[in-house]
């Protein structure tokens, strides 16, 4: 067994053992003659606290009390004693035990020491809006949904693994092109400009000429004139040739759309004034119409153009929010300056989320003057102003005001309101939470309370429902880079079965906040939610309908995360189960318990199990922990993946594997304890329910705030913990907590090192 492979084993042993639960009284030296003698003696060479050189001073502190000043040092010894990248190779090394005893006393301290150095709100970084908050504050914004948002790329994850993580929410040049496009389609989709019906003759023409009637202009063979047509809005437009011609013979012309032919009209000898139509796809902007003679023919008359929108189609919030926007009556509004700069301010304070100045609204009155200035429709020209608004930072970032100190400072009312929106409904706040801002009382205790509890009610919460289910579990997944290999279980797997799978996972979480249940409901639960496709596909009594229903289960197969067909799903293979996959997706997800990576030289298993195999997989897996460098984490992870082993691929309960043979759930864990089946593995983890709440926090706070969590934070974890504990784990009692909290309410600068060093003046 490799050294790395010992050092994974013991740490997550520790997650299942009883010192994890219940740590002893240490001594009041114990850092001073435990701790520090084992660091000192392996690392001490190189980060020599007398050497001048030796800028990584983390030795310096010779006591508990001097190892708050070097916090952040202290964090990443314990994570390279852990991932075993110090010290050098070359150099001596601790064992195993006092790898583990260091870094595991480290975190244990940094832990119980963190609010010690007062409260900590950090800093979150100035982010853009991810695809679905931008697709969620336009529809909020203007109203309707273009489906503009599949033109952007997805977001990656980042901090606590979501994709609302300012670290991974920059924006590269071609973003911002995109930006632009989609701000041009929202309006053109929502503003109503007035149908365009233009009508072009004689001297509207070019090139100038002239004839004997200044109403028409004459055409000589192999020559061309051209009118100039500016399309406000693209799609299809009629454009009709009225001619006159006085030859007794056959004719053509040729109609051009920006110098490349668009249609061919033969002229009819009999009929000497004759109208030609045809219909064209304009995009928006200018456009040059020419009508084209063709040698070796006689001149003829043209006696008018006209150009016609062909019955455009709009959404039908449009009407709603361009009556909104202009404040019609009866259709009818003011078009003036006045009028526009009003409508203006109103629309960017909405869209920048708090109220704008004169001098952040002069440059989008600036658009709307050269749009008058060259005579554009009034509606076009309120059109180019908000255009500027949609692509502005102010509103494609959540920018707060840059705190100037490392004092904590609270956060405005106005931002506040956006933090929250964007927690809960993954938008912009809306008008209530306006106005309390506007008021000075959202930051009040029992408003925010009120608040989240109304939020949390609002259909527009299913976005955090929705986005942060799949990420926490990964079931976002399912059905797209998580699908069996086709064919292989053609008879079983459907899309549809997919997203029953994703829907059926939010609801639990849905069902849970909005009810206010217990989060110990996730580890056991005597209830689910399925429709009739996926009662069938359990083997349940039958439900009618497709929408998912909440159905009462008391065998110990359904209830709770491990009763989900998709959590099964991602913690498969395609043509097989993992209990290696299922026992890391526990300690990682639901214990926060990290797993290494297997060692590179290990040979993997196999991906598809066979029939013909006279072992079990259970068996071959044993065989697989015959080498050393796999023993020590399969030997952990595999109990509790082998306990979930009566689930197939799909989440269906099954008393023989995928080969045939018996089904073997049974496990014993570090801790000594044994189990049987999921059943006996709930009451197992149930037990070990703060460290649950304690995960499942960091993951809410992580995802609240939209940052990586950092060491100070841990102070906050651990008073999210103390809530739960004394609401009995209610799920709103955590998301209310969150609200209220330092960081949450309040912001402070930051640096690479903070956690380092005390925030106390």
């Known amino acids: 067994m490799s050294l790395k492979s010992q050092t994974a084993s013991l740490l997550i042993s520790l997650a299942f053992s009883s010192a994890a639960v219940a740590i002893e009284p240490e001594a009041p030296d114990h850092f001073e003659k435990q701790i520090r003698p084992i660091v000192a003696q392996f690392c001490a060479d190189c980060h020599d606290p007398e050497d001048p050189d030796n800028h990584v001073d983390f030795l310096k502190a010779e006591s508990t009390a001097d190892l708050q000043q070097h916090r952040g040092m202290w964090a990443s010894v314990s994570a390279q004693l852990r991932n075993r990248t110090m010290p050098p190779p070359d150099e001596s090394q601790p064992n195993e035990k006092q790898r583990l005893q260091v870094a595991q006393w480290i975190d244990d301290h940094l832990r119980a020491t963190a609010c010690q150095l007062g409260p900590y709100a950090g800093n979150v970084t100035t982010r853009r809006l991810n695809r679905l908050e931008y697709e969620n504050t336009i529809r909020d914004l203007v109203g309707p949904q273009l489906g503009f948002d599949e033109t952007f790329p997805t977001d990656g994850g980042g901090g606590e693994g979501f994709n609302n993580n300012g670290e991974t929410l920059f924006l590269p040049p071609m973003l911002m092109e995109r930006y632009v496009e989609a701000a041009q389609a929202i309006l053109d989709a929502a503003i109503i400009t007035p149908r365009l019906q233009e009508e072009f003759q004689g001297s509207q023409f070019l090139p100038a000429g002239t004839s004997a009637d200044s109403n028409r202009r004459t055409v000589e063979p192999n020559h061309e004139i051209t009118a100039g047509v500016v399309i406000y809005v693209a799609g299809d437009y009629e454009l009709t040739v009225d001619t006159l011609s006085k030859s007794d013979k056959a004719m053509k012309l040729v109609l051009k759309l920006d110098g490349l ?106 658009l709307y003057d050269r749009a008058s200035q060259r005579h554009d429709p009034y509606e076009e020209c309120v059109k180019l102003a908000l255009k500027g608004v949609l692509v502005s930072p102010h509103f494609l970032f959540r920018i707060e005001n840059t705190p100037t100190s490392t004092n904590i400072a609270p956060i405005t009312d106005y931002e506040l309101a956006t933090r929250l929106s964007y927690f809960l409904w993954s938008s912009m706040p809306d008008q209530r939470l306006f106005d309390l801002a506007q008021q000075g009382k959202l930051h009040e205790t029992q408003v925010l309370q009120a608040e989240v509890t109304r939020m949390l009610q609002d259909e527009k919460s299913d976005a955090f429902f929705d986005t942060f289910t799949g990420q926490w579990l990964g079931t976002k997944e399912v059905g797209g880079s998580v699908s069996p290999i086709n064919g292989e279980f053609r008879e079983i797997y459907s899309s549809e079965l997919a997203a029953d799978f994703r829907a059926e996972a939010v609801q639990l979480v849905t069902f849970m906040v909005r009810e206010n249940r217990s989060i110990l409901e996730f580890l056991d639960a005597d209830y689910c939610f399925v429709n009739n496709r996926l009662a069938k596909h359990y083997g349940l009594a039958e439900v009618k309908g497709s929408k998912l229903q909440k159905v009462e289960v008391n065998n ?197 090192h903070a956690a380092s060093h005390s925030e106390k003046d």
């Open 261 to 366: 032919p668009a249609d061919r009209f033969s002229l009819d000898p009999k009929y000497k004034e004759q109208s030609f139509s045809t219909t064209v796809r304009l995009n928006r902007g200018f456009h040059a119409i020419a009508i084209r003679n063709p040698k070796d023919q006689p001149a003829i008359d043209v006696r008018r153009l006209r150009v016609k929108e062909n019955g455009i189609k709009r959404p039908d919030q449009a009407q709603q929010f361009h009556d909104r926007l202009f404040q019609a009556k009866d259709g009818k509004y003011q078009r003036n300056r006045d009028a526009a700069t009003k409508l203006i301010r109103d629309f960017t304070t909405k869209a920048f989320r708090r109220p704008v100045t004169d001098d952040e609204l002069t440059p989008f009155l600036t």
């Open 556 to 752: 110990g197969q359904r209830g709770g995360l491990f009763g989900l067909g998709g959590v099964h799903m991602v913690t498969s293979y395609p043509q097989r189960t993992s209990p290696v996959l299922r026992g890391a997706w526990v300690l990682e997800t639901l214990l926060g318990t990290p797993v290494p990576s297997p060692p590179a030289n290990v040979p993997a298993l196999p991906k598809k199990v066979s029939a013909k195999n006279k072992m079990t997989f259970r068996q071959q897996l044993e065989k697989h922990r015959d080498n050393a460098a796999c023993a020590a984490c399969h030997d952990l992870i595999d109990p509790i993946g082998f306990g979930l082993d009566n689930y197939d691929i799909f989440g269906r309960w099954r008393d023989k594997a995928e080969n045939g043979k018996p089904v073997d759930a049974t496990g014993t864990l570090p801790s000594g304890e044994v189990f049987s089946g999921p059943a006996e593995l709930k009451v197992i983890l149930l037990e070990r329910k703060q460290e649950f709440a304690r995960h499942l926090s960091r993951k809410v706070l992580g995802y609240a705030l939209g940052r990586s969590l950092e060491d100070p934070d841990s102070c906050t974890i651990e008073s999210l913990v103390t809530d739960l504990e004394n609401n009995d784990y209610h799920f709103q009692t955590l998301i209310e907590s969150i609200v209220l909290s330092t960081p949450f309410r309040h912001r402070q600068q930051t640096t690479p």
